[in-house]
């Protein structure tokens, strides 16, 4: 059993610059302010309680359009990286073809929103060059309450805008254990999850293993027993606390099945790190706001069998759903 680099995979389906779509004419959403970035339309900053945050804003605030906040993956990745003075998105690129949103994200603790290429390591990395290890505030903060607390934070301060209209909060892999969170947060119309197992990420780890008997990575197992082990949560392993892995190790089906709002599960049926997957059309009758899409033949990042990226169609169909009674 492995925990590996997802940023690596991303990239893959992602090399394309994305120009510049925006112009923040409004230079604040609710309490935030924006500061205008030549190429990328506008940054800001999140100041939690724990740490400032960085941002980025894509789109023209103020227009009243709905807003999509996008939640990434695990790992210590910026939002974009610069290679060579063009911009390339380590998150889905497609989110940005649709201009009838805007969009904002909100960088990792620790985590510029926009890093050079000369910053990161092989898997995109941005580590500290003194520690050759995560930054400090990521290794602190990287965890599921710390993300929950700063979203909710962020929504109130956008939803002081009256030119802010719905709030779709779209999380993939890590980032949907968050989103499951806040499918009872005031201020969020829509909540798309995507990719992520019901049971939390270590029982899928361990789950995957115990599908298959006669291969089971024993130590593997092990290795997951002991980071769910309370008693070592001071310890680290990749980078990150053995707090962290417990954190995302919640049960998303829980938040998920106290959703308030309309919620979407998204997931490829050929996702194995979702073993569990097969479980969210099973809690649909009992969800009433509910919706799940399942993508045959596609793994985590939507590639199919043959390597051929499928993200445009899966988002094609999130974004139909998205729009649905609007």
Same mark, same amino acid.
């Given at each position: 059993?492995?925990?590996?680099?997802?940023?690596?995979?991303?990239?893959?389906?992602?090399?394309?610059?994305?120009?510049?779509?925006?112009?923040?004419?409004?230079?604040?959403?609710?309490?935030?302010?924006?500061?205008?970035?030549?190429?990328?339309?506008?940054?800001?900053?999140?100041?939690?309680?724990?740490?400032?945050?960085? *941002?980025?804003?894509?789109?023209?605030?103020?227009?009243?359009?709905?807003?999509?906040?996008?939640?990434?993956?695990?790992?210590?990745?910026?939002?974009?990286?610069?290679?060579?003075?063009?911009?390339?998105?380590?998150?889905? %690129?497609?989110?940005?073809?649709?201009?009838?949103?805007?969009?904002? @994200? @909100?960088?990792?603790? *620790?985590?510029?929103?926009?890093?050079?290429?000369?910053? @990161?390591?092989?898997?995109?990395?941005?580590?500290?060059?003194?520690?050759?290890?995560?930054?400090?505030?990521?290794?602190?903060?990287?965890?599921?309450?710390?993300?929950?607390?700063?979203?909710?934070?962020?929504?109130?301060?956008? %939803?002081?805008?009256?030119?802010?209209? %719905?709030?779709?909060?779209?999380?993939?892999?890590?980032?949907?254990?968050?989103?499951?969170?806040?499918?009872?947060?005031?201020?969020?119309?829509?909540?798309?999850?995507?990719?992520?197992?019901?049971?939390?990420?270590?029982?899928?780890?361990?789950?995957?293993?115990?599908?298959?008997?006669?291969?089971?990575?024993?130590?593997?197992?092990?290795?997951?027993?002991?980071?769910?082990?309370?008693?070592?949560?001071?310890?680290?392993?990749?980078?990150?606390?053995?707090?962290?892995?417990?954190?995302?190790?919640?049960?998303?089906?829980?938040?998920?099945?106290?959703?308030?709002?309309?919620?979407?599960?998204?997931?490829?049926?050929?996702?194995?790190?979702?073993?569990?997957?097969?479980?969210?059309?099973?809690?649909?009758?009992?969800?009433?706001?509910?919706?799940?899409?399942?993508?045959? *033949?596609?793994?985590?990042?939507?590639?199919?069998?043959?390597?051929?990226?499928?993200?445009?169609?899966?988002?094609?169909?999130?974004?139909?759903?998205?729009?649905?009674?609007?």
């Amino acid at each position: 059993m492995k925990l590996t680099s997802l940023a690596s995979h991303f990239i893959v389906a992602l090399q394309l610059a994305i120009p510049a779509r925006l112009t923040a004419q409004v230079q604040t959403l609710g309490s935030i302010h924006l500061t205008q970035h030549p190429d990328l339309g506008a940054t800001f900053h999140l100041s939690t309680p724990a740490m400032e945050l960085e *941002g980025l804003f894509i789109g023209q605030a103020g227009n009243g359009k709905p807003l999509l906040i996008f939640i990434p993956g695990s790992e210590p990745v910026p939002l974009y990286t610069r290679m060579g003075g063009v911009y390339y998105p380590l998150v889905p %690129r497609q989110l940005f073809d649709q201009a009838q949103y805007n969009f904002l @994200l @909100l960088s990792k603790p *620790g985590i510029p929103a926009i890093a050079d290429t000369s910053e @990161l390591d092989e898997k995109y990395y941005y580590l500290d060059p003194a520690t050759g290890m995560p930054p400090a505030a990521y290794k602190a903060h990287n965890n599921l309450g710390f993300y929950v607390n700063a979203y909710e934070q962020l929504i109130a301060a956008l %939803r002081e805008s009256p030119g802010i209209g %719905r709030i779709y909060v779209v999380g993939h892999s890590q980032g949907a254990r968050i989103a499951a969170e806040l499918t009872g947060a005031p201020g969020i119309d829509k909540v798309v999850f995507m990719s992520a197992d019901p049971l939390g990420r270590m029982a899928a780890l361990v789950d995957r293993d115990y599908a298959c008997p006669g291969s089971m990575d024993r130590d593997g197992v092990k290795l997951a027993q002991a980071l769910l082990d309370p008693a070592q949560a001071d310890s680290t392993y990749m980078g990150d606390y053995y707090s962290s892995f417990q954190s995302f190790s919640k049960p998303a089906v829980i938040g998920i099945s106290q959703a308030t709002v309309p919620t979407l599960v998204v997931y490829g049926k050929a996702d194995t790190s979702c073993p569990n997957c097969y479980a969210w059309p099973l809690l649909q009758p009992y969800v009433p706001c509910l919706s799940v899409m399942a993508f045959t *033949g596609y793994d985590h990042n939507y590639f199919d069998e043959q390597r051929e990226n499928h993200w445009h169609e899966v988002l094609m169909n999130v974004f139909q759903w998205l729009d649905e009674g609007e």
